[in-house]
């Protein structure tokens, strides 16, 4: 959704607690500089950005829900589900993410052996400081190779080291599946979103996804989304309505990282999510 006098939320961002650009307070500080009053955390697979969030906002009178985004599998393709509202206390919820942080760290440590086995040497010590205390990826790996003047973009470590089936690609451990995704976010009080759905050409299954997982609405307004996209998951929303007889939640933003992430790279504050949408998530999650 573009800009309107009445969208000043978005529910899908990212800060150093995952791969995002910048730290909590100075993204808390950037969403109020172009206006925003409602925002979504969601860092990749961790909350540990929450809390400074959540602090920076009561400074500024942004209103920041704790929140998530998933890294699932479903038969074989990579998809990712926002949990939104999630309480980031959650004793439980705190065990499973630290485990999953240190399956995350052993992925990196064989990463890091391909990479010697091809005459590329990059240190753990290099990964972490790129990483900056948050969520390891892959993209960290990437970037101290750039910094390496090994590749010249982040994209080509991908492209030439790091994506599934070259040479230096590592499998998750354990892939985690939709079914656990909505049923661990349903458990800490969230509401369970597709993201982007855009991405992966699952259309066909996401009403299933509803109806059979209990998962509670689509991320409808994403910057990659076109006017066709929107069109189509605001009518799946609808549909999945009418067969469940419950208000399906509609949400969206800026999968802001940095100003020259993505496949459309923009500033924060042009992609937003209607007050309309974003109040119906708050008042399900309060």
Not at 78 to 104: A, C, I, N, W
Not at 237 to 261: L, M, N, P, V, W
């Amino acid at each position: 959704m573009r800009e309107t006098e009445a969208a000043t939320s978005d529910f899908h961002m990212h800060s150093t607690a995952s791969d995002g650009g910048y730290s909590p307070r100075q993204l808390l500080e950037k969403c109020h500089a172009v206006g925003l009053t409602q925002i979504a955390l969601t860092d990749h697979d961790t909350i540990d950005g929450v809390y400074e969030a959540t602090v920076v906002g009561q400074e500024l009178g942004i209103r920041v829900l704790p929140g998530i985004e998933f890294s699932c599998v479903y038969k074989g393709k990579s998809v990712h589900m926002l949990g939104l509202g999630v309480d980031p206390t959650h004793s439980e919820f705190l065990s499973m993410l630290k485990k999953q942080r240190e399956m995350r760290e052993r992925r990196m440590t064989k990463m890091l052996s391909k990479l010697a086995a091809v005459s590329v040497r990059v240190s753990a010590d290099e990964v972490l400081a790129e990483a900056d205390g948050g969520s390891i990826g892959r993209p960290h790996v990437a970037k101290v190779l750039v910094r390496h003047g090994v590749v010249e973009t982040v994209a080509e470590a991908f492209d030439q080291y790091l994506a599934e089936g070259k040479p230096c690609y590592v499998e998750k451990e354990k892939e985690m599946t939709i079914q656990e995704a909505i049923d661990w976010t349903h458990r800490v009080g969230g509401l369970s979103i597709v993201a982007h759905p855009g991405y992966y050409g699952l259309d066909h299954v996401l009403i299933d996804w509803i109806t059979e997982y209990h998962m509670d609405g689509i991320e409808v307004y994403h910057r990659d989304h076109n006017s066709e996209d929107r069109e189509r998951y605001e009518a799946l929303c609808t549909e999945a309505e009418q067969k469940t007889g419950h208000t399906i939640y509609r949400t969206g933003g800026s999968d802001f990282h940095h100003e020259t992430y993505g496949r459309k790279q923009e500033p924060l504050g042009v992609t937003r999510l209607q007050n309309k949408y974003a109040d119906q998530v708050l008042q399900a999650v309060k």
